[in-house]
């Protein structure tokens, strides 16, 4: 995997007319992985926008390198679609297709399932398949354990292990405990204004 | 990269002209073609006077039709997240938005011109006057495909954005109508020139324009 590397330096983010939070800085390189806590509403959702690239920052700046990639609460799998036709959409898209994945996530057995009838928590291990296809260096995760049960938590533990094993980066945005050997937290609410 | 963007052309595709349950391009047509069977009812089976207002009904009926499959062009994708996904993957607003239109122009120009053979029986239009019909939907419907994206993204995610839509769809459509239908009147080639220059800038401003709103609309 190419090196990667995230850089924010002293970032402020703004809904409408309030500041959630300022002065954050972070630097991940290869292998490190960061989990963010924070209260619901300080902007944990926000942060991992801005550090995609998706949402401006109100002050400071985001250095990325490496490809991103996003999983946050929209799938991004047409929910009319079959589950084998959405991902195989993607899997077009990321020239990466890995049918060993697809059966350790469990979702082998779904590709004849419209995304509309899936669970939360089988969509949200759809999306994992979309992300690990494709072969982002840097995962920016928003509430990635969100209406998953025990063992799809432990198996994500170990998704975001092997990933940042093999040289990759991970930010967490989550409100619940993530083990991880090795990483790093922060504490959102510090710099809530 | 050509790659992405052809697999994009071939899911547009999928869903605008194909559609599965979400009606695809038939919905349009089917419209299409109940006005043109309703105006005669309407009017009487005055022969003269449906060969005279026929072809302006025809192009009424066609921007009609263009309207219909407005909220299924930008709203779903930006709703969920695909348009994030795509920028993650350094695939442009501009380049989607391109394919969006190409793939909306094929699920309802080509129909609509075939529609319009029907559609010109029914309402007795002569060879001639159904030459310069279809010459000039082919000028015109690109042209109404991209005002459709363009409308489309604009008005995506706000309340109540499709009838939104449509009410803004009418006003920038009126030079195309008016040259399109305009030729008709005069009989001449300068009218359809005019609706395909029309067409030309509008395709020109869409990707631009309508991938800042699709930016704007992520916020």
């Known amino acids: 995997m190419q090196a990667c590397r995230l850089v924010a330096t002293d970032l402020a983010c703004r809904r409408g007319d309030r500041v959630l939070f300022a002065g954050l800085s972070l630097?991940?390189?290869?292998?490190?992985?960061?989990?963010?806590?924070?209260?619901?509403?300080?902007?944990?959702?926000?942060?991992?926008?801005?550090?995609?690239?998706?949402?401006?920052?109100?002050?400071?700046?985001?250095?990325?390198?490496?490809?991103?990639g996003l999983l946050d609460e929209r799938p991004a799998l047409d929910p009319h679609q079959p589950l084998g036709k959405a991902l195989a959409f993607w899997h077009a898209v990321d020239d990466g297709h890995d049918p060993v994945m697809l059966a350790r996530l469990g979702l082998d057995d779904l590709l004849d399932v419209p995304v509309r009838y899936l669970s939360t928590g089988q969509k949200k291990r759809a999306a994992l398949a979309r992300l690990i296809g494709q072969q982002a260096q840097i995962w920016l995760l928003d509430e990635p354990l969100n209406g998953l049960d025990t063992a799809a938590v432990a198996l994500v533990e170990?998704?975001?292990?092997?990933?940042?094993?093999?040289?990759?980066?991970?930010?967490?945005?989550?409100?619940?405990?993530?083990?991880?050997?090795?990483?790093?937290?922060?504490?959102?609410?510090?710099?809530?204004? | 990269m050509s790659g992405a963007l052809l697999?994009?052309?071939?899911?547009?595709?999928?869903?605008?002209?194909?559609?599965?349950?979400?009606?695809?391009?038939t919905l349009p047509l089917l419209f299409f073609l109940a006005v043109a069977m309703l105006f005669p009812f309407a009017v009487g089976p005055d022969a003269p006077l449906l060969a005279r207002t026929g072809g302006g009904v025809i192009w009424v009926a066609a921007l009609l039709a263009a309207i219909l499959p407005l909220?299924?062009?930008?709203?779903?994708?930006?709703?969920?997240?695909?348009?994030?996904?795509?920028?993650?993957?350094?695939?442009?607003?501009?380049?989607?938005?391109?394919?969006?239109?190409?793939?909306?122009?094929?699920?309802?120009g080509p129909p609509l011109m075939l529609a319009a053979l029907p559609a010109a029986?029914?309402?007795?239009?002569?060879?001639?006057?159904?030459r310069t019909v279809e010459l000039g939907l082919l000028a015109g419907t690109p042209g109404l495909a991209a005002i459709g994206v363009m409308v489309a993204a604009l008005t995506a995610g706000l309340r109540g954005g499709a009838a939104l839509a449509g009410m803004l769809v009418i006003p920038l459509a009126v030079p195309l109508l008016i040259f399109g239908a305009g030729s008709l009147a005069s009989g001449g080639s300068s009218g359809i020139a005019l609706t395909g220059a029309v067409s030309l800038v509008l395709l020109a401003i869409t990707p631009f324009a309508a991938g800042a709103a699709v930016r704007a609309a992520r916020g």
């Not at chain 1, 930010?171 to 619940?176: D, F, T």
């Open chain 2, 121 to 130: 029986a029914l309402l007795g239009l002569d060879a001639a006057h159904l």
């Open chain 2, 71 to 108: 909220d299924r062009l930008i709203e779903p994708d930006l709703e969920q997240g695909m348009f994030d996904q795509w920028a993650l993957r350094g695939i442009g607003e501009e380049a989607v938005i391109a394919l969006r239109v190409l793939a909306h122009w094929l699920s309802f």
């Open chain 2, 7 to 25: 697999s994009i052309l071939k899911r547009d595709l999928g869903l605008l002209l194909l559609g599965g349950r979400r009606g695809g391009a």
């Open chain 1, 158 to 193: 170990t998704l975001v292990a092997d990933h940042c094993a093999s040289g990759g980066l991970c930010v967490i945005a989550s409100h619940q405990p993530f083990a991880l050997p090795g990483l790093q937290r922060l504490d959102l609410m510090a710099l809530a204004l």
């Open chain 1, 27 to 68: 630097d991940l390189g290869p292998g490190a992985a960061c989990q963010v806590t924070a209260a619901n509403g300080i902007g944990k959702s926000s942060l991992i926008r801005i550090l995609a690239g998706l949402a401006p920052a109100w002050a400071g700046s985001v250095t990325r390198e490496g490809m991103a």
